[in-house]
């Protein structure tokens, strides 16, 4: 995820391009830069850091202009640097490119383009765009434009200039957000509404595919074959602060509604339908697979609930034995490490410092490490071995959600990589799963739509001071994370239990109207959690159930029940999850809590 705005007009496009920056911020801050057609030459500034970094360095006397693109970075392919910052140009620096999005093919066409004589510069996806668009550059830049997008696969906004049609910006959207802001004059391009509103608050919202032509001052959209578009303006009547968080109120809520794209995002390119699980910025073996005896998962907070899910994954799947602990514990204690032994870390900001003192002891100990995180370039990326980014794009709420189901998606990964590379398991049943990652996208968004009912949950059950939440196998493993979700968002005492453990002791805590939520999503186990459930039920709980669909038989046991679509068992915790996040995000608002930012907590823990 990162952010581009582009404006075409009478002002200074150096200031606007910058005060538009500045609402994208959320979208990203690895980078950020600009490129303005000054005295037509493309000018282009950019720096790894913050966009108040790009503030200072630039120059604003020389970057005097009235066209320009910006762009502030979430680091995807290639480490934050001032290389790897875009806009992104062709040699001669006559074209510039701002992208947000993942360009899946990059590798097949810069090395076609490199045949061509094409030299590139950078790490990133975006820089074969301003090579192709030159290619195809015969003095109509929206015409090469088109070709050079009909070459590439994956999701792209993008905004261009250049310096032989210095009055013109062309833009496009696919699978990423963009709109065009049009004013008296002057019109503006932008990954999301904040960034154009203090200009104007007439915005066209694009549709996939749809092509942007701006050129003094007048905006036209054209569809992929080029034929003008007519588009209704829309009137934006909200305020800045929820454009930012996308008409939602809170980040927290925007994030979870932004799961779907983030499972499809992660899944890219690494599953692919009949082939082979492709990680290639994981460097191990076959050989190196072969050799591992066992696997430590380390982590903290809701990376170790995604790490429990690993367990079980790499187990079943790879067949490969795996200890999961927490970074805290395990850095203190003498952990029986050697060169045979791989080290997993999962970490959403890749800066927790229990998590990286694990990775620094596991190395000295010559383990192998394989870092899952969401920040590319961050302290884990740099000291593990290989790394495997989970792209959920920033994550800006306290609360972890959209980075911990891309944590699950990841861990299946590896599981699946090691399956196949081990043989452990039959390929059908690696395939079966595959096909189930792939359509896990849709069924994420058919559990948020059923947000209302969980909302109605929250309004029930807001004033409890205790809840309990219990699950078996896997649901166990969702339980801990629905647990934690709520105790820190809400501040109502909860613990999770394995449903079987109950009667050795936890059973005692439940008394009349005692909140349990009940995840029995594992078909396998599903008639034991009846049984548990109806344990607590005779001792007065009442119980809210997250079951698969087909399994309705259990709302004559429970009070309540709301239903994730069929999948296999090994997949359920990404869809059993969402209930839960929303559970715990409607009892907060109920209570009036500061959902984005709990009280005592801080989104990344650098300390002990
Ligand atoms: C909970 C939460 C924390 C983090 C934990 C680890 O919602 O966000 O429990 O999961 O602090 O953080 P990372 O993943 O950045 O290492």
Not at 164 to 190: M, W
Not at 525 to 554: P, Q, Y
Request: glycine share 6%; proline share 3%; charged share 25%.
């Amino acid at each position: 995820m990162c952010g581009i705005v582009g404006y075409l007009g009478k002002k200074s496009a150096t200031d606007i391009l910058i005060e538009g920056l500045s609402k994208l911020e959320y979208r990203g801050y690895d980078s950020a830069g600009v490129a303005v057609i000054v005295d037509g030459s493309v000018v282009v500034e950019k720096y790894k850091g913050r966009l108040a970094n790009l503030e200072e360095k630039i120059d604003s006397n020389k970057l005097v202009g009235n066209v320009g693109i910006g762009h502030t970075r979430w680091a995807t392919h290639g480490v934050p640097s001032d290389l790897n910052s875009h806009p992104h140009t062709n040699e001669n620096q006559t074209i510039a490119v701002v992208h947000n999005g993942i360009i899946e093919n990059y590798m097949v066409l810069k090395e076609w383009l490199q045949s061509e004589g094409y030299k590139f510069k950078s790490e990133t996806d975006t820089e074969v765009i301003p090579h192709l668009i030159d290619y195809y550059y015969e003095g109509d830049l929206l015409d090469a434009f088109m070709k050079a997008v009909k070459k590439m696969e994956g999701s792209y906004a993008l905004g261009v200039v250049c310096k032989e049609e210095p009055n013109k910006i062309v833009a496009v959207r696919k699978d990423s957000p963009l709109i065009v802001g049009v004013g008296e004059g002057e019109s503006f391009i932008a990954s999301d509404i904040p960034a154009v509103l203090n200009h104007t608050r007439n915005v066209y919202l694009l549709e996939d595919n749809e092509f942007v032509l701006m050129e003094d001052g007048n905006v036209k959209i054209f569809d992929f074959n080029k034929n003008e578009v007519k588009k209704e303006i829309y009137h934006v009547t909200w305020n800045a602060d929820a454009a930012e968080k996308g008409g939602y109120d809170h980040f927290m809520l925007k994030e979870i509604h932004e799961q779907p794209k983030a499972i499809k995002d992660t899944l890219t390119s690494r599953v692919v339908k009949g082939q082979k699980i492709n990680l290639d910025s994981i460097k191990i073996t076959k050989e190196q697979i072969a050799e591992i005896d066992k696997i430590y998962i380390v982590a903290c907070g809701t990376a170790y609930h995604a790490g429990v899910v690993g367990k079980y994954a790499i187990e079943k799947l790879a067949k490969i034995p795996v200890e999961i602990e927490v970074a805290s514990e395990f850095r203190y204690r003498e952990p029986l490490i050697n060169e045979r032994t791989l080290m997993i870390v999962i970490s959403q900001s890749g800066e927790t410092a229990d998590t990286l003192a694990a990775l620094r002891l596991a190395k000295s100990e010559n383990a192998r490490v394989i870092a899952i995180t969401n920040v590319v370039g961050s302290s884990v990326a740099r000291e593990a071995d290989d790394v495997l980014y989970t792209w959920a794009g920033p994550e800006i709420a306290v609360a972890s959600t959209k980075a911990y189901v891309t944590q699950l998606i990841a861990m299946y990964i590896i599981a699946l990589y090691f399956a196949e590379n081990k043989e452990s398991i039959r390929s059908t049943e690696i395939d079966k799963i595959k096909s189930e990652l792939l359509n896990l996208s849709e069924k994420a968004a058919e559990v948020l739509n059923q947000k209302e009912k969980v909302k109605a949950f929250a309004k029930k059950i807001y004033m409890d001071k205790d809840m309990y939440f219990l699950g078996r196998g896997l649901d166990y493993a969702v339980a801990m994370e629905g647990s934690l979700k709520l105790k820190e968002i809400s501040y109502i005492h909860s613990e999770a239990y394995a449903a079987g453990e109950l009667k050795h002791g936890p059973i005692a805590l439940i008394e009349d109207d005692t909140t349990v939520i009940a995840l029995a999503t594992q078909e396998y186990l599903f008639e034991k959690m009846l049984s548990n459930i109806k344990e607590v039920i005779t001792r007065g709980a009442k119980v809210i159930a997250v079951a698969m669909e087909g399994h309705d038989v259990i709302e004559k046991s429970v009070d309540d029940a709301i239903y994730i679509p069929r999948v296999m068992p090994i997949v359920a915790p990404i869809l059993s999850v969402i209930p839960l996040q929303l559970l715990s995000y409607y009892i907060s608002i109920e209570k009036g809590c500061d959902v984005d930012k709990p009280r005592n907590l801080a989104k990344s823990v650098t300390v002990e």
